[in-house]
């Protein structure tokens, strides 16, 4: 299993551009989560997903989109690019269980100019 | 969730057991406590978790005090790669979303 994969690994955006971020994961999770860290902080949650088609607002969804067609996808969409945005980003995922853990992709460090 | 208290920092000595607190007055009884780490630049990585009783896996183990309201991680061995920041968490499980709560953690940093 590769467990949760995100590209790119590092992308610089000018202001006002747009970009997905890509993230998978091959365990057949149900649910999937896009967190942001800024430097020096903690992950703030985007966007969540509780199955293919569902997804909600978690802490921070300004700025972004997110869709579910498959279990296995679930890309962060940017648009209008802001500074306000430069962070590392990260995708995970979960088993929906009584007990269940989250499982971290490597990041997406994003930089806006 | 419940709100955590760590502290920011702490330094080991290799091969030496790591023992970091966290305090959590607040937890309800439907609350577990999870702790996850975060080595310099990759994603956060899950630790062990428990509700009342001690826990222990290949990596740590978890000492909760009989009133809950505080805990323990031990790292029995700590090695060089054991230096990262550790979250301590509590949140229900089965909330909508499942959402971590991360907090400042303590950043440790494991000495030869």
């Known amino acids: 299993n590769a467990g949760v994969t995100q590209t790119p690994k590092f992308r610089i955006l000018k202001i006002g551009q747009s970009m997905t971020l890509q993230c998978a994961q091959d365990m057949n999770h149900n649910y999937m989560y896009w967190y942001r860290q800024d430097p020096g902080m903690g992950l703030k949650l985007i966007y969540y997903?509780?199955?293919?088609?569902?997804?909600d607002k978690g802490e921070v969804p300004n700025g972004y989109n997110v869709s579910r067609s498959t279990t296995e996808d679930f890309p962060l969409r940017l648009e209008l690019a802001a500074p306000s945005q430069t962070s590392v980003y990260f995708c995970?995922?979960?088993?929906?269980?009584?007990?269940?853990?989250?499982?971290f992709g490597p990041g997406t460090r994003l930089l806006v100019l | 969730d419940a709100k955590t208290t760590q502290p920011p920092s702490m330094d080991c000595a290799e091969g030496r057991a790591a023992n970091l607190p966290c305090n959590h007055s607040t937890i309800s009884g439907n609350e577990y406590v999870y702790w996850y780490r975060q080595i310099h630049s990759q994603g956060p990585q899950y630790i062990i978790h428990?509700?009342?009783n001690n826990e222990t896996n290949e990596m740590a183990s978890l000492i909760i005090t009989e009133d809950r309201k505080s805990s323990t991680l031990i790292l029995p061995h700590a090695t060089l790669r054991d230096t990262a920041v550790y979250y301590c968490i509590v949140r229900v499980e089965g909330a909508a979303g499942n959402k971590l709560t991360f907090g400042g953690g303590t950043r440790v940093l494991v000495k030869p």
């Open positions: 997903s509780v199955g293919a088609g569902i997804t």
């Open positions: 995970a995922s979960s088993q929906e269980a009584v007990q269940e853990t989250q499982y």
């Open positions: 428990g509700l009342k």
